[in-house]
Nanobody, 132 residues
């Protein structure tokens, strides 16, 4: 079974850092794109960053470029693989529930790769709260 589990959220002051982790299993990790998304109260879910494991390319929403870094830790034999989201210089606008998701054969370039509609597998979210 495909499993994605996001964790690492918490409460942090503005200017602080957090690292989120997404543990993935049950699928061919190297063939999928793993994305991070967030949803603030009353807002739509938005793409934050993703890593395409087919070619190693990474993409970021304009709002997080230069502050967030996505990376992967590929395990052998499709065991637990982990994708990280290092978040620095956090602001209250980064507050929300963060989700990781897996998508296959994404289209649409950088904008498409960050569209939640292209991702078929989702983990539960982890809450990030940035206080001012």
């Amino acid at each position: 079974d495909v499993q994605l589990q996001a964790f690492g959220g918490g409460l942090v002051q503005a200017g602080g850092s957090l690292r989120l982790s997404c543990a993935a299993s049950g699928f061919t990790f190297g063939a999928y794109t793993i994305g991070w998304f967030r949803q603030a109260p009353g807002k739509e879910r938005e793409g934050v960053s993703c890593v395409k494991h087919t070619d190693g390319s990474t993409y970021y929403a304009d709002s997080v470029k230069g502050r967030f870094t996505i990376s992967s830790d590929n395990a052998k034999d499709n065991a637990k693989n982990t994708v990280y989201l290092q978040m620095n210089s956090l602001t209250p606008e980064d507050t929300g529930v963060y989700y990781c998701a897996a998508g296959y054969f994404l289209v649409g370039g950088s904008r498409g790769y960050l569209s939640p509609r292209q991702y078929g597998y989702w983990g539960q979210g982890t809450l990030v709260t940035v206080s001012s």
